[in-house]
């Protein structure tokens, strides 16, 4: 009897422990929830739509670089490669421009919007672009951000 009182304690104990400390699980993610993205539709509508276009179409020939060296804004819906990129990676190019993250001698009209946005915003528009990808795209994008915070 003593033996099963002491592993009903123990496994009472692990079962504290495990709630203390083991990460929560996330309730959903935000590009799951009306709310977060109904938000960031009205801001990628202010702030990037301009540029990325009203139907998250990107500019033409995104993939060549114009007269003056740039990259035309690429678009954000599936045909795009914004779902080839980690979350981490996508707030840092929303928050820092892509200049600034890319380096070297990438030209980008991209500003970094950190100083207009602030991070929960910049998800927000993220969540938004997100939530119209088709959900073998979500998959994906769900595998790359798996695999970039198991190599962090």
Wanted: net charge negative.
């Amino acid at each position: 009897m003593n033996k099963v009182l002491i592993g009903l304690v123990l496994a009472g104990g692990l079962v504290a422990f495990g709630w203390a400390y083991w990460p929560e699980p996330q309730a959903g993610q935000p590009y799951q929830d009306a709310g977060i993205t109904t938000q960031g539709r009205e801001i990628y509508a202010a702030n990037c739509a301009s540029c990325h276009g009203a139907d998250l179409q990107g500019e033409p020939d995104w993939r060549r670089q114009d007269e003056d060296g740039f990259l035309p804004a690429p678009p954000h819906d599936q045909s795009g490669h914004t779902w080839h990129h980690p979350d981490t990676l996508l707030i840092r190019i929303t928050r820092d421009g892509t200049e600034a993250v890319v380096g070297g001698s990438y030209r980008s009209r991209m500003i970094g919007f950190g100083d207009i946005l602030a991070e929960d915003e910049i998800i927000a528009v993220l969540a938004y672009i997100k939530s119209t990808w088709p959900e073998q795209v979500i998959a994906q994008h769900n595998k790359i951000n798996t695999d970039a915070e198991l190599s962090n």
